[in-house]
């Protein structure tokens, strides 16, 4: 844990950009999600203290973040006025807080995001990062890694590494109120499955344990509550991402084919991750089971027919980017993961999808 060094509070979102405002008088980078262009951050009016010299980049998160995407952006931030900005401040989801982390690391370190993708890449920190969720369950929040898509290579990879932790956190659940309810489910549940995997993997320790056990029981409060989105259920999702994002460094099965189905069906982290536990009884009888009532309790319906028709092709990249995350899938089923996962294996698996 000593990888997270994030400060984390709790309301008065307005307040706390402001002492960042005060206390940083030079060139910001503000990355915010392209849903707060036409609306104040919170029900409480929270403005973004920007000004002239800060430079506002909005963040469509149609598509996840691609590593040619987040090069575009740190170019855009070199050149703009002088000098390095004194912070990056990423205002939004996943998407967003990950192209915020990823900007910051380019910004000291030479070359393009796709140099970075793996493991202790990064050589230099990067900017002092401060990252905002307005939508819990991806846990990059706390998380070392900021997940990009790379079209090149077509790998979904992160820079994992101590210098894409966020230097400081602020966490106001006020600014999840308006996230759309199947978008609320999907996202969060990605924190029940980094937590899922993580306990069920051979790589742990006392402390990622209690997180991950902690994170995993706000998530069932949540999910089985009558009001899912009520203002302590969105406290407990944003307690629980936060949480959920220490264990997320030691996934299983469930992420990798996640990231396949990305990959190869374009579909998005939450979606994807929902889709591939649907089909995980193999692997994870109990949980697969939760999940179904998870879905029932909040009658939120998965898309269906994705895999139907799928040609070789699209198989055999399905299939190449799940099984390219040796790491997790290891973790999860040992150094035989390719025979246990076999493509006959993971077809099977995936057609009723
Ligand atoms: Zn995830």
Redesign the pocket.
């Known amino acids: 844990m000593a990888q997270i060094s994030a400060e984390c509070a709790t309301g008065s979102t307005q307040g706390i950009l402001e002492r960042v405002y005060l206390e940083r008088k030079c060139k910001k980078c503000f990355a915010v999600h392209v849903w707060f262009r036409g609306h104040r951050l919170s029900r409480c009016d929270t403005r973004l203290p920007v000004e002239a010299d800060d430079l506002l980049c909005i963040v469509d998160s149609t598509d996840e973040p691609k590593t040619c995407g987040v090069d575009k952006v740190a170019d855009q931030v070199k050149t703009w006025r002088d000098g390095m900005p004194a912070a990056v401040v990423a205002i939004g989801g996943?998407t967003v807080l990950d192209t915020g982390k990823a900007v910051s690391n380019l910004l000291t370190n030479p070359g393009l995001a796709e140099d970075y993708q793996g493991w202790d890449l990064v050589k230099q920190p990067g900017v002092f990062k401060i990252g905002v969720p307005t939508l819990s369950?991806?846990?990059s929040e706390s998380s070392r890694t900021c997940?990009l898509m790379n079209p090149q290579s077509r790998i979904k990879l992160g820079m994992n590494s101590d210098y894409t932790v966020f230097d400081q956190l602020i966490l106001d659940p006020d600014l999840s109120v308006t996230v759309p309810r199947d978008q609320f489910f999907f996202t969060g549940m990605?924190?029940y499955?980094?937590c899922m995997e993580y306990l069920n993997g051979q790589n742990r320790t006392p402390v990622v344990d209690a997180y991950a056990e902690k994170a995993v029981d706000l998530c069932r409060q949540v999910f089985t509550a009558d009001e899912m989105q009520s203002t302590i259920n969105r406290e407990r999702m944003m307690v629980a991402s936060y949480f959920?994002g220490c264990a997320?460094g030691n996934?299983g099965v469930?992420?990798p084919v996640?990231a396949g189905l990305s990959v190869a069906l374009g579909q998005h982290?939450?979606v994807a991750?929902c889709l591939a536990m649907s089909v995980m009884d193999e692997f994870y009888p109990r949980e697969t089971d939760e999940f179904r009532r998870l879905l029932d309790a909040q009658s939120i319906q998965l898309p269906s027919g994705i895999c139907c028709d799928l040609s070789d092709d699209v198989f055999d990249l399905l299939y190449a980017s799940t099984i390219v995350h040796s790491k997790p899938l290891e973790n999860a089923l040992g150094p035989q993961f390719r025979d246990i996962l076999s493509p006959a294996k993971l077809c099977d698996m995936v057609r009723g999808l």
């Open positions: 996943g369950g991806t846990g997940v990605d924190t499955f980094h959920g997320a996934v469930v992420h996640s982290h939450g991750n």
